[in-house]
């Protein structure tokens, strides 16, 4: 298992567990990161400090450390 801060480009993981502060994992489960749900991590900002996800079918850009506590499974 892995965070979703360690996902490489290109890698498809699949959520298993959503940490995080009430707000954030309210946001987080509102655009799909749900449990069983497939993200795949496809860009990263110049900055590094956000990255862009494919989550359901919608490209959905996230801080960092807002996905530091969310725990993956990797799809081979």
């Known amino acids: 298992m892995k965070s979703l801060n360690d996902l490489k480009l290109g890698e498809e993981g699949t959520v298993v567990k959503v ?3 009430d707000n954030i994992k309210k946001r987080l489960l509102d655009i799909g990161l749900v449990t069983g749900s497939k993200v795949k991590p496809i860009l990263i900002s110049p900055g590094k400090d956000m ?3 494919y989550i359901k079918g919608a490209v959905i850009a996230i801080r960092k ?12």
């Open 19 to 21: 940490i995080a502060d």
């Open 51 to 53: 990255v862009a996800y």
């Open 65 to 76: 450390g807002d996905t530091k506590d969310i725990e993956v499974e990797v799809v081979k």
